[in-house]
């Protein structure tokens, strides 16, 4: 069964940093580009970053360039969100995703497997 998992999800302050994961199972995620979604209260699900499936190319929503990293563990099958220079504008649910192909994308429709999301809260 493909499975995604996020975690590391928490409250913080403003400027500060948290650590996602997510963990896939049923899957390699070699084979398959992954990404990071949010979504606030009232808003539309957005891409944040995404990573292709050898990890050799990434890209990000301008909002967050310069203070998230993207990057994944192939051998632990483990992607992660390094979010740094955190704003209250990052609050939200965290999705973890993969798409049917190798490339990267911020687009969200090109993903068919999610997982349940983990809240991010920032205050200021």
């Known amino acids: 069964q493909e499975r995604l998992l996020e975690s590391g999800g928490g409250s913080v302050q403003a400027g500060g940093s948290l650590t996602l994961s997510c963990a896939a199972s049923g899957f390699g995620s070699s084979s398959f580009g992954m990404g990071w979604f949010r979504q606030a209260p009232g808003k539309e699900r957005e891409g944040v970053a995404s990573i292709n499936g050898f990890g050799a190319d990434t890209r990000y929503a301008d909002s967050v360039k310069g203070r998230f990293t993207i990057s994944k563990d192939i051998a632990k099958n483990t992607l992660y969100l390094q979010m740094n220079s955190l704003k209250p504008e990052d609050t939200g649910i965290y999705y973890c995703?993969?798409?049917?192909?190798?490339?990267?994308?911020?687009?969200?429709?090109?993903?068919?497997?999610w997982g349940q999301g983990t809240q991010v809260t920032v205050s200021s």
């Open positions: 995703a993969a798409r049917g192909g190798m490339a990267s994308s911020l687009r969200a429709g090109v993903f068919n497997r």
